[in-house]
C-alpha cells in the first residue's frame, strides 16, 4: 500500500525537489503538502542548536494537524575557513525584511552575498550543503538522517538564477565537476545521491 508523507513547508520549490528527489528513492509514497489539507503558513522560531533540532522543530509544528508521518528538513551551507552557516538564507539577507523583496530582489541579494564569499577566500573556495531530515510519526516517534553535498563555491554566475534556488548558479558539483545550474537530469541525480540516501534511510525505517 502506498504510504503517505506530509511535508512541512509552504515553500513550492522545495515541495518540487522533494516529490523529484523521492521518485529517486524507489519508494512508493504520495506527497502531500499544507495547502492540501488548507493548512495556513507555520513559521515556527527554529532556536534548535543543531539542524536537527530545528528540523524536529519544524515537523512539530504541524503535529496534531495531521494525521499521517511529517517529513521535514533544515539546511545549513559549510564554507571552508567560514564553518557551518546554520541559516544561509537568513544570514545573506541580513536584517532586510524579506517580505518587503520580491523574489527577483530576494535571490538577487543572495547571489551578491555568497558571491562576496566566495571572493573572500580568491574565488574558489570548498564548501558543501549539510541537510537534517526528520520524519515525525503520529505516534511521536522520530527517526532522523542526515546529508552533505559536496560542491566548490566560486564568484561566477554559471547560468540564470533559479528563484527558489539562487545559490545555485554560483557552484561546481564536486560530484560531477561541473556546475550544478547545467546539470543534465542524470547529472542531478548524482549530485543529489547523498540526499537521496538519507531520504531513503529516514522514511524506510
Known amino acids: 500500500m502506498k504510504k503517505k508523507m506530509f511535508l512541512a513547508t509552504h515553500n513550492e520549490g522545495k515541495i518540487e525537489r ?38 524536529a522543530i519544524k515537523a512539530r509544528a504541524y503535529a496534531g494537524k495531521v494525521d499521517i508521518p511529517i517529513l521535514a528538513n533544515d539546511t545549513g551551507f559549510w564554507v571552508q575557513g567560514e564553518g557551518l552557516i546554520d541559516a544561509p538564507k537568513r544570514t545573506a539577507l541580513g536584517d532586510i525584511d524579506e517580505r518587503l523583496l520580491t523574489k527577483q530582489e530576494i535571490a538577487k541579494t543572495l ?71 547545467l546539470h543534465t537530469a542524470e547529472e ?7 540526499v537521496i540516501d538519507a531520504l531513503l534511510k529516514v522514511l524506510s525505517g
Open 18 to 55: 522533494y516529490k523529484n528527489l523521492l521518485r529517486q528513492t524507489g519508494l512508493d509514497i504520495e506527497i502531500y503538502a499544507p495547502k492540501d489539507f488548507g493548512l495556513e503558513n507555520i513559521d515556527p522560531e527554529e532556536n534548535g542548536k543543531t539542524l536537527t533540532e530545528n528540523a
Open 188 to 194: 542531478e541525480i548524482l549530485e543529489m545521491q547523498p
Open 111 to 181: 547571489l551578491e552575498f555568497w558571491r562576496g564569499i566566495a571572493k573572500k577566500h580568491g574565488g574558489n573556495v570548498d564548501a558543501a550543503w549539510v541537510e537534517s531530515f526528520v520524519v515525525l510519526n503520529p505516534d511521536g516517534t522520530m527517526r532522523v538522517a542526515e546529508s552533505r553535498r559536496e560542491v566548490i563555491l566560486t564568484d561566477r554566475i554559471f547560468g540564470d538564477a533559479h528563484l527558489q534556488m539562487p545559490v545555485r548558479a554560483l557552484y561546481l558539483s564536486k560530484a560531477t565537476n561541473k556546475p550544478s545550474i
